[in-house]
């Protein structure tokens, strides 16, 4: 276990729909970001926030958006779903600004849309 | 040409076996490298970084660096069916930039 967790764990919406996803970040740590994984693919990078403000964003549209709170919990939020949002979202949280800056992974939400 | 490239494999190894997985890498400013396990259905799992070249060993795990061919590998001795799992292979330019994945190694280790 990382300390990471998401929630919810799985979730199903239609196309159009609007989605909030949730992560609480490991234990002192600053940093998190988020990834959506395909079927058969790796992780691509969506965004990353230290300390609050968004520090790096991914090839996603605008409709893809989170927020970083004080405490260093995270959301996602997608508008307008689209049938290719279907994917596992892991978001990762990290140390921040180390010289290596492992990051460490939550279970995942499993979003499908109709 | 994508950032990280691994061979999507599947690769199957007999058990006690080494398996060898390989990684390459576009981006000259990558500082660090990280090799991440992924069962199915679950969430990727850190196993190893390496920054410097050469080698790094952790247990059975060995990660080979070298920045001027821009190439990793993984290389998992005595392998178990334990092992068979997808490998991803991701980079990083500094702590403050994006992680980038390879679309991962598929292994299976047979008994």
């Known amino acids: 276990e990382t300390g990471v967790t998401q929630s919810p764990t799985h979730l199903i919406k239609t196309r159009g729909q609007q989605v909030t996803l949730r992560c609480s970040s490991q234990?002192?740590?600053?940093?998190v970001s988020w990834y959506q994984q395909a079927l058969g693919q790796g992780p691509q990078f969506i965004f990353q926030?230290?300390?609050?403000?968004?520090?790096g964003r991914g090839n996603f549209p605008p409709r893809f958006s989170g927020l970083q709170f004080p405490n260093y919990s995270s959301e996602l939020n997608v508008n307008a779903l689209e049938l290719d949002d279907s994917a596992l979202y892991l978001c990762?949280?990290?140390?921040?600004?180390?010289?290596?800056?492992?990051?460490?992974f939550g279970p995942g939400t499993r979003l499908t849309v109709l | 040409q994508k950032e990280v490239e691994q061979n999507s494999g599947p690769l199957s190894v007999p058990e006690g076996a080494i398996a060898s997985l390989n990684c390459t890498y576009s981006?000259?400013?990558?500082?660090?490298f990280f090799w991440y396990r992924q069962y199915s259905g679950k969430s990727p799992e850190l196993i190893m970084f390496?920054?410097?070249?050469g080698d790094k060993e952790d247990g059975r795990f060995t990660a080979q660096l070298n920045k001027a061919s821009q190439y990793v590998s993984l290389l998992i001795r005595d392998s178990q069916p334990s092992d068979s799992a997808t490998y991803l292979c991701?980079?990083?330019?500094?702590?403050?930039?994006?992680?980038?994945f390879g679309p991962g190694t598929s292994l299976s280790v047979i008994p």
């Open positions: 990762a949280s990290s140390l921040g600004g180390g010289a290596i800056d492992e990051q460490f």
């Open positions: 234990s002192g740590h600053n940093t």
């Open positions: 926030y230290y300390r609050e403000e968004e520090n």
């Open positions: 981006d000259r400013g990558s500082q660090s």
């Open positions: 390496i920054y410097s070249n």
């Open positions: 991701a980079s990083r330019k500094t702590s403050y930039d994006k992680v980038i």
